[in-house]
């Protein structure tokens, strides 16, 4: 499927986006593992997520869709079933990675695969702390990468591990292994990564220390909760910089979660010279606030160090506010990029450019000279949701039309995406290409 889009001068709404993706995962898998009831509202019913709810389905949960993004996962699965087949994680690294850490510690074999995007990816980062462990790990390329057979062990050796990589996803994996060590397991990753693991681990009862950038687990049960999720700032991100450099813009995202851990974004486009006022602020759980932008003039910024854990996956579409910003934005320390669902530095530098942005790669990361004018073109997403969703928005600021090609994978992480920009638009801005 291709989109084509169409310049807007202007972009006006309140909408609320779809659930976190990071969030939803953990909850889908939290409850498979815990004794009890866990009951989810704010499901983000992506192509991702329901990887997950079908992989912890073949593990032995039992799980009711209630209503849209409302499931009820009956726990207890501490022991999981081994399943009967391979289990496809299609293209979300966040099912294969953490379950790689839930299945280090069960006693049986499950296969795990991914798309041909998932299969290049790097696995030997989660798989080296989960055999060092205990835990057998043998596919391809030496084991590091998918299909990968995973053979658990019980109890797991409780290890330090001193991560080389600031992952969310292999920090997770050696926490959720360590609920099934003979000790208790610390994780020291080198900048703190997104933290909805910590939170979700201590509200499903898991003793848990947080020193730094240390974090302890204890072997121990998980108890059933109800967890509401938030919007998923990633996603509010595609709007939040729509609302930046459209012209006439004025946007307020609802619901939104704001971890900080999360809240990369919002602190470059402020540094950029955006203005984002938050509303209706909650602190239950996960942080939670309403987020409004108007459109404005922006200037180019330095993105790097320890911000960049905190905006890695709003990278793409923070280009598209550099390249229409004023002066020169440098995105450094984030060579992560090269193994995200594409090569995102190269592809951002490529597709932008042939826009008209000018965009020069570097191995860890972009210079971009902002100010070029967009100009319609078609361009390809090469199958990375980010990128196609990030092409849509440079599509509604160049100049005549832009068609956005290979965006089925949006719906990786943001079903509706197109009809939210329509929403906004008060048109059709984002159409199918026949
Ligand atoms: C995620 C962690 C990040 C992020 C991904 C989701 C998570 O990946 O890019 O989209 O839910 O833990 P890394 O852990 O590889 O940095």
Known sequence: ?????????????????????????????????????????????????????????????????????EYRIVGGHREMLEPDDVIDCGNSGTTARLLMGVLAGQPCAATLTGDASLRRRPMGRVAEPLRLMGATIVGRADGSRLPLL?????????????????????????????????????????????????????QFGARLEIRGRSITVAPGDLHGVSV?????????????????????ARITVLGTGVNPTRTGVIDALEAMGANVVQGDVTQEGEPSASLTIAGGPLTGIIIAGELIPRLIDEVPV?????????????????????????????????????LGAAVTEQPDGLVIEGGQPLI???????????????????????????????????????????????????????????
């Open 228 to 248: 509401d999720v938030p919007g998923d700032v990633s996603s509010a991100a595609f709007m939040l910089v729509a609302g930046a450099v459209v012209r006439d």
């Open 1 to 69: 499927m291709n989109f084509r889009v169409r310049p807007v001068n202007r972009l006006r709404g309140r909408i609320a986006v779809p659930g976190d993706k990071s969030i939803s995962h953990r909850a889908a898998l939290f409850g498979a593992l815990a004794e009890g009831i866990t009951e989810v509202r704010g499901f983000l019913e992506s192509e991702d997520c329901l990887r997950t709810i079908t992989a912890i389905e073949a593990l032995g949960a039992d799980v009711t869709r209630k209503g849209a993004g």
């Open 376 to 434: 319609g073109a078609r361009v390809s997403s090469g199958g990375d949701h980010r990128l196609a969703m990030a092409l849509v928005i440079a599509g509604l600021v160049a100049e005549g039309e832009t068609v956005v090609e290979d965006t089925a994978c949006i719906a990786t992480s943001f079903p509706g995406f197109a009809e939210a920009i329509n929403a906004l638009a008060g048109g059709a801005a984002v159409t199918v290409e026949p």
């Open 318 to 354: 923070l280009a598209v506010a550099a390249a229409m910003a004023r002066g020169t934005t440098h995105i450094r320390d984030a060579r992560e990029l090269r193994v995200k669902e594409s090569d995102r530095i190269a592809a951002i530098a490529r597709e932008l450019g042939r």
């Open 150 to 202: 995973v053979r658990g062990a019980r109890p797991l050796h409780a290890i330090a591990y001193d991560t080389p990589v600031a992952s969310a996803q292999v920090k997770s994996a050696v926490l959720l292994a360590g609920l099934f060590a003979d000790g208790p397991v610390t994780v020291t990753e080198p900048a703190a990564s997104r933290d909805h693991t910590e939170r979700m681990l201590r």
